[in-house]
């Protein structure tokens, strides 16, 4: 399992490629627990609220782009393009946008607003559950445009 979280940071920034299942569902495991351990010591050490936010940020933004290609490139395994990914990482930093920016709306739009938002999240909640269903498929045996069968390799 460390195998294959050690690999999951060294393509952080990778997009090209193909990722089999290990890869990908150990780093989530692996991210999991350790967000747990933080959690915990976070909770019973004395840690200054801002640098306990900082540092949380600074993890988030790394994990995020590191999941962001990790599922990339099991897309890729599956023989499928990034769009559905870049559609996820797209719909994740506006979560995370709107939940800094905090927008007075008039009480006229209010009700229009809450209404789109809506039907944005069961969209996305919709391209969440393709998503999980493609990352959970075996991948191409052959090799397809974006490379060889990394069982194989």
């Excluded at 290990?22 to 801002?50: A, D, R």
Aim: hydrophobic share 50%; charged share 10%.
């Amino acid at each position: 399992m460390l195998h294959y979280y050690k690999l999951f940071w060294l393509n952080a920034l990778n997009i090209k490629g193909r990722s089999r299942r290990k890869e990908y569902w150990y780093p989530i495991l692996m991210n999991f627990l350790l967000s747990i351990v933080i959690g915990l010591s976070t909770y019973l050490l004395p840690i200054p609220s801002i640098l306990e936010e900082i540092v949380g940020w600074i993890i988030y933004i790394l994990l995020t782009i590191a999941m962001f290609t990790a599922t990339v490139r099991r897309f890729h395994d599956v023989g499928m393009t990034m769009l559905l990914p870049i559609i996820m990482f797209i719909g994740t930093l506006m979560d995370d946008l709107s939940e800094l920016v905090n927008l007075n709306i008039t009480t006229n739009l209010h009700s229009f607003v809450y209404i789109i938002l809506i039907i944005a999240a069961v969209i996305y909640l919709v391209i969440a559950i393709v998503a999980l269903v493609i990352c959970c498929t075996n991948g191409q045996q052959e090799v397809n445009k974006y490379g060889r069968n990394p069982k194989n390799s």
